[in-house]
């Protein structure tokens, strides 16, 4: 299907934009929407993510949200996830400055991800069993911050990533003498990548 992209904004009361979101949860719900001309069957799956903050006397709500559309080819359809220890490489970046939208995001996966880990922490320190749920969000995690990792430190990126998925799959399957191991191991190259780079 390519890049097609629509951007609206709206300054209007309560009701109206309740209204407005409404309809957006029923395009959800049934699962057809026209849009820019094109009738579009969407997937079951939904990815979102929310966030709220007050600032400056406004609440700021944002939400986004991920829909697959049905019979779109799926290149992660039929694959299995990459084996502990590994991260698919991706095409190198060509050095274009960021955005500070872009920056922004970037920063906000680091917190995530900063959070996801003190949840690995937690499993090996205590010695109970990571869950798969934890594994697959910290996954997504690294494959969305992907983009933004340069050139200069992704040898770097790549062989700590390597190394918390070694110590998230020994958590999983209770091996805590390995998982502390990798955790450390995670440590240090974190500390030497930032040293260097940051």
Request: with cysteine.
């Amino acid at each position: 299907m390519g890049k097609q992209k629509k951007k609206e904004y709206a300054n209007e009361g309560r009701q109206a934009t309740a209204q407005r979101l409404t309809r957006l949860a029923g395009i959800i719900a049934d699962g057809h929407a026209n849009i820019l001309d094109r009738e579009i069957t969407l997937g079951d799956k939904v990815e979102s993510e929310w966030s709220v903050k007050v600032r400056d006397d406004f609440i700021h709500y944002e939400l986004a949200l991920r829909i697959p559309i049905e019979g779109a080819s799926d290149p992660a359809a039929g694959t299995t996830l990459d084996p502990p220890g590994t991260v698919a490489p991706r095409q190198v970046s060509r050095g274009r400055k960021r955005s500070s939208r872009e920056r922004y995001h970037a920063k906000k996966i680091k917190k995530t991800t900063g959070a996801l880990w003190k949840v690995v922490k937690k499993s090996v320190g205590d010695q109970v069993p990571l869950s798969d749920a934890d594994i697959a969000d910290m996954l997504a995690n690294f494959k969305e911050y992907d983009e933004y990792v340069e050139d200069k430190w992704r040898e770097s990126w790549l062989e700590c990533v390597n190394a918390a998925k070694r110590c998230m799959d020994a958590a999983r399957q209770g091996d805590f003498r390995s998982a502390e191991t990798y955790l450390k191991q995670v440590n240090v190259l974190t500390k030497a990548c930032h040293g260097k780079y940051k």
